[in-house]
């Protein structure tokens, strides 16, 4: 099985406390630490178990910069066999429907059975893998947390809803899937894995290669646009404890067993 | 201004939770727009859930089809397609079935898409002003969609509270069944799995202490279910501790995991991401004890403590047992 998996280098969320910059244009960047974002890497190790027990090869895309091609580089240390960097000016500025207009021409390029992205990245739409599905004219299913081959036409996947129920559905190949955190246990990637595939090397296309018009892509043909990020003006929110630890113990004691917190 | 359509989730019988608060994200967008519900389903009492909907809004379309009787987004997709206008603004709840079925229908229709929006501010010419959350309600932001050729719009649930003085619409049901074309696709729904029950039910708790991502390590579970006994409660967990298999799924808080409603909710190192406070009704006191001060759970919170909750929980243990 031919699989391509999307991935997005994003300011991780572990690691960062995310605040809006100082005139409103970006999040304060001046000491993001950036990783793979979360859902991404149990779609690459979902993937690759895929092909262990099937076959095939896995080839990690993003659409990124040249500072993306550390992350293609931690999923292939994580057992992705290809990497794919898909990174040109004209690219700048697009909005969901642009990015995945340009991974639709990547993965059009090859011959892939399965596409998968993470179920959302770091700004929470969860959009790509639903558009890509949408512009490819495949079947897609989002949220998925379990993969299993039917035969070599179509997978039977489970997807998380509401309540931890699992939706279970049989899907065409070539088909999309959103991956879901928790479908299983993404490997650990040590320094040596890393230094293993440290000289790999990375294709990168842009918008010419990938026969994409200027005008199809980027700022100019994104419908969808920041403005800005901001403070919102909220409520009240919470009375907030201060004091030394002690203060706030003795505090936070005699709230509980007033709202009937202590048994 | 485009016409303005809900799709109502409509599934076990009865219209989901949110099908009220579409009219009122509709309200945000266009104050004096009548707003068409659409439902999708298969006899039972689909007939019920459109006329209860005719009450609220003013016009109901009803499609009635075999292929529908279980919520496939898939399906779904294909018979709104063939029924829209495509230049409608389409509101879909951004639930587990909105974040399947909208971003592929906003490209089937030839529209705009922007998921989980929290709040609109009003149209300017062609130009619907949304404010969204990223990095899980850290930060928020004004997008400006260019809703010309039509738009879905997924909106968050639970944000936009409907109207109890409603049911006087006195809409129609329009019976748009025959319209639905080919709804034959390449996925098939199978059956649902329910969730498994564990070894608590902490849907019955009256005291949880819960543990984020925060709590950093497998091995400083024991500091929460320390803190849990002393008081009394018991302990559950937002979603990235039962990813890393730290603790059961059916301790899992959210919506994708338990509904809870307790009396008190001491959240450790939680974010306060919507995914997860979706889970948490009845109003209980929520304490919050977090080490970033801008951290989203103090303006949902009664109680807030910035602290480190390796270091805050223990000695709170601590002199809980001394009393
Ligand atoms: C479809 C879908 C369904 C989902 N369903 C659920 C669900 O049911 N339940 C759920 O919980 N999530 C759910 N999520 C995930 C959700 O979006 C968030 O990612 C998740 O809730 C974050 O968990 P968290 O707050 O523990 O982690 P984070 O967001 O990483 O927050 C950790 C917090 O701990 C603080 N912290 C770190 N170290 C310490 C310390 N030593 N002391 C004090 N504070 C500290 C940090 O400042 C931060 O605020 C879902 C996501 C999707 C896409």
């Known amino acids: 099985m ?3 998996v999307c991935v997005k280098r994003v300011p991780d969320n572990e690691e960062n406390e995310i605040e809006v910059s100082a005139d409103g244009s970006d999040i304060d960047r001046s000491d993001i630490v950036y990783s793979v974002n979360e859902w991404d890497n149990y779609a690459v190790e979902e993937a690759i178990q895929l092909v262990d027990e099937h076959g095939g090869s896995v080839t990690v895309v993003t659409v990124g910069d040249d500072e993306s091609d550390e992350i293609l580089r931690r999923e292939m240390a994580m057992g992705a066999n290809n990497g794919l960097l898909l990174k040109d000016d004209a690219f700048n500025g697009s909005d969901g429907k642009g990015i995945s207009t340009i991974l639709k021409s990547a993965a059009e390029k090859g011959n892939y059975d399965l596409i998968m992205t993470g179920a959302q990245a770091d700004d929470g739409a969860g959009q790509v893998g639903g558009m890509l599905a949408a512009l490819l004219d495949y079947p897609y299913a989002s949220l998925v947390n379990k993969v299993e081959v039917m035969d070599d036409k179509k997978l039977k996947v489970g997807r998380e809803i509401e309540g931890g129920n699992q939706e279970l559905n049989e899907i065409d190949l070539p088909c999309v899937l959103s991956i879901q955190t928790g479908i299983n246990e993404p490997r650990y990637v040590g320094i040596r894995g890393i230094r293993k595939v440290a000289s790999v090397d990375i294709p990168s296309m842009g918008a010419s290669d990938l026969g994409l018009a200027g005008d199809a892509v980027g700022d100019g043909a994104a419908k969808v646009k920041k403005v800005d990020y901001f403070v919102p003006e909220l409520g009240e929110g919470a009375e907030m404890l201060e004091g030394d630890t002690d203060e706030i113990i003795d505090k936070l004691i005699e709230l509980l067993k007033a709202k009937g917190g202590l048994k | 201004m485009a016409q303005l359509f809900a799709y109502i989730t409509y599934k076990d019988g009865v219209a989901d939770d949110s099908a009220l608060e579409l009219i009122e994200a509709a309200k945000k967008i266009d104050a004096g727009a009548d707003v068409t519900a659409v439902v ?12 209860e909907m005719a009450a609220s809004y003013k016009e109901v379309i009803k499609i009635d089809n075999e292929a529908l009787a279980y919520p496939n987004a898939e399906v779904v997709r294909k018979a709104l397609l063939n029924v829209l206008p495509a230049d409608g603004i389409i509101l879909i709840t951004h639930d587990t079935f ?6 592929g229908l906003s490209i089937k229709m030839g529209s705009t898409f922007v998921a989980d929006v929290v709040d609109f501010e009003g149209v300017d010419g062609s130009t619907l002003k949304i404010i969204r959350q990223e990095y899980g309600g850290q930060v928020t932001t004004h997008v400006n969609c260019d809703i010309s050729a039509g738009a879905v719009i997924n909106v968050r649930p639970g944000v936009f509270q409907p109207d109890e003085s ?4 006195g809409g129609s049901v329009t019976d748009k069944s025959g319209d639905a074309g080919d709804l034959t696709t390449g996925r098939r729904f ?4 329910e969730a498994e029950v564990g070894d608590v039910d902490i849907t019955k ?3 949880l202490v819960s543990v984020g991502r925060g709590i950093e390590d497998e091995d400083n579970i024991e500091v ?3 803190l849990a006994e002393a008081m009394g409660a018991d302990v559950s967990c937002s979603r990235p ?4 298999k730290w603790l059961e799924k059916s301790r899992q808080v959210g919506t994708s995991g338990q509904t809870v409603k307790p009396k008190v909710y001491m959240a450790m190192g939680i974010s306060g991401s919507f995914q997860h406070m979706g889970g948490i009704k009845g109003a209980p006191f929520i304490v919050a004890v977090n080490k970033n001060p801008k951290a989203p759970i103090f303006q949902l919170a009664d109680v807030g403590i910035v602290e480190d909750i390796l270091d805050f929980m223990p000695e709170l243990t601590e002199k809980i047992k001394g009393m």
Request: proline share 3%; net charge negative; charged share 25%.
């Open chain 2, 166 to 169: 409603k049911g006087a619409a």
């Open chain 2, 190 to 193: 199978l059956e649902i799995v």
């Open chain 1, 2 to 4: 031919e699989i391509l």
């Open chain 2, 205 to 207: 708790s009256e005291v």
């Open chain 2, 224 to 226: 929460a279910e320390e």
């Open chain 2, 241 to 244: 501790i039962v990813d890393q």
């Open chain 2, 98 to 103: 909105g974040m399947d079925l909208s971003p």
């Open chain 2, 40 to 51: 999708t389903g298969s006899g039972g009492d689909l007939d019920t859930v459109c006329n």
